[in-house]
DNA sequence: TCAAAAGTGTTCCGAATACACCCATGC
DNA sequence: GCATGGGTGTATTCGGAACACTTTTGA
């Protein structure tokens, strides 16, 4: 080991004499970044958008509420990192996640210049069940419309992952992520008025929706309710890549109402 | 001096590798990370989608061709920097430069672990006067159909790059930035079609475009055209933002001739 | 029988399409 | 005059919007 890190600082200096920028700035002096990942977990319940929290039990920001997420480990890539801080602290795995935004301010973090790179996830309602765990003392959702005071620039950037889903969620079938995997045609557009903020039209939600071909519908209808039950239908993704090969573009433009 | 960076590289994965034992990490031994950004520079001559390329004149890929890009200095936030970088190298400032992703794979840069934030700008073709300093021997624009090999995983963030312009173009009114402040239809027409890659009908697109109400018909005319000379059009960034205010959304999606 | 939600049909209107045509300029 | 690109008008089609209506279930 010394030897090795002997060597290491060695030859650090040996290159620093041919890697040095403008100011003359020595190669070595960059590498003190730490790099994290935040994942802004998106759910669906009870008809509202919610963002998965967790309260930290450790400095800094103790106690506070923050977005999951940790510093990287110098021999992770970037996009299994998050997944595996997710993992960790909350237990979630195997759900859609996307990176949507690097925030890289100087002061961001009080003990370091970490930049982080942010990701947002989205959970079928299916399997909810974050449990704490590592450094987290507890997990818990809030609905977008009611978030508490967080951690860090975390507020920034939950900003940013909601703008970024209500764009992308117009164009590209991701809302499905959201849902279970079998869902009645009204809690799709539920889903849809929630994360738009708006009211569509029952008949022409349905015609736009069907005329996709996107849907696949199932010999299953809803049980237990008080009601003519509704049919129970399924995203196609098979079907979904094909049309896409094809240049079909995924559009919900329903005027609201 | 290849031997040298790589053997650094090497020693400082193995060092790594006896540090990160699972757990019980010491804080500190995240913090080694080099941080960069890297600029994807879009410009529109000739009718053709080009991008601005460096060749190094320093270790690593010495004398390849590669993106305007540096490491980002300790005291620097992460959009300063990327316009810093750009200026430095090429002399372009104050031009449209948006973030669109984080490339972090651990093997991605030879002499250690350098995550990258990439930025795609678009330049007018009125200021196209990049001009090689620091440690780049060369600027020089290149057709995006006819790229050359690329230093680094530059090639993966080009790529990343065009999928995002191509998708965001269609939605945001971005494509104004590309061509001079005063402009014709068919130029604009043009422009789409390049970037997108399709034919559309004139007629069709000019009134698509103008019942946009997003441009300001100037009373100038071409001049030194062996033709009817066309109309100047100006792109009326004060409306559009008033428009946006009211729940309007850019769209130019015209079909395909 | 009624409430509640599922699900369908039809008319109307405006925007997108396809395509034909005229206009202004330099040579 | 004619080549070249600039620019306009219109009939047709198609999809979105509005809205009224019927159906199926549980209680």
Redesign the pocket.
Known sequence: MDLISYLAAFIMNQTNKYFLSENNVPFQDFFHFGMSVDCVVFGYVAEEIKVLLVQRDAEPFIHSWALPGDLVPMDEDLGDSAANVLKKLTGLQNIFMEQFHAFGAVERHPAGRVATVAYYSLVKSDNYHPVASSWVKETQWFSIKDLPELAFDHKKIVDKAISTLKRRVKYRPVGFELLPLKF???ELQALYEALLDLKF????F???IL?MDLLLQLDE?QEN???????LFQFDETRYRELRKEGFAFDIT??A?
């Open positions: 009645t045609l009204l039209d029952k008949p022409n349905r015609k736009k005329s209808v309710v008080s009601h003519r039950p509704a049919k329903v005027k109402n």
